[in-house]
């Protein structure tokens, strides 16, 4: 009767052991706390000693984990690289100066055809094959119109003498 007595008592204070944390386990702390670097998620550490309450720990919801959750393995590809800027166009083709030369007069004296030109204040007489300035050379005198060329890019330019004599 004394062995039955022992294991009835073990067995019983065994029992109240397993179920006496389920009673206090309101007022227990939990083990082991995450950690937070946020101010109001702070340790308790952190809070003032001159509040001495006893607080009463919210149960921590964990979120269920969805085992057969659909997932993908695909990866979004990189952005496109951003294109150089495109090359600037070649620069622009040089063009001879507007003629610096204005129309006087002519003088046509059956053998050859004279042109006078202002250039500036001076005043020139030309015909055809006359290099002026070392820069224009008077390629052709027709009734109405002179050709002269811009000898440093060799461009024709022309202008204006008048109507027929």
Do not use: C, N
């Not at 062995?3 to 019983?12: I, K, V």
């Not at 944390?21 to 939990?30: D, G, K, L, T």
């Not at 063009?95 to 001076?122: C, N, S, Y």
Request: proline share 14%; hydrophobic share 50%; charged share 15%.
């Amino acid at each position: 009767m004394a062995r039955r007595l022992f294991w009835l008592a073990f067995l019983g204070s065994a029992a109240a052991l397993a179920v006496v944390p389920e009673f206090f386990s309101e007022q227990a702390e939990p083990q082991a706390m995450p950690r937070s670097t946020s101010p109001a998620l702070a340790p308790r550490e952190a809070a003032p000693a001159a509040v001495a309450r006893p607080e009463v720990a919210a149960p921590v919801a964990v979120p269920a984990a969805d085992l057969f959750a659909s997932q993908s393995w695909y990866v979004a590809p990189p952005p496109a690289p951003i294109m150089a800027a495109a090359p600037p166009p070649p620069p622009a083709k040089p063009t001879a100066p507007p003629l610096p030369f204005t129309f006087i007069g002519k003088m046509d004296d059956r053998q050859h055809l004279q042109v006078f030109l202002l250039h500036g204040e001076q005043v020139l007489v030309v015909s055809e094959g006359d290099l002026i300035d070392k820069t224009y050379k008077v390629q052709r005198i027709d009734a109405e119109r002179m050709t002269l060329v811009y000898l440093p890019l060799d461009v024709a330019q022309t202008l204006v003498v008048g109507g027929a004599l």
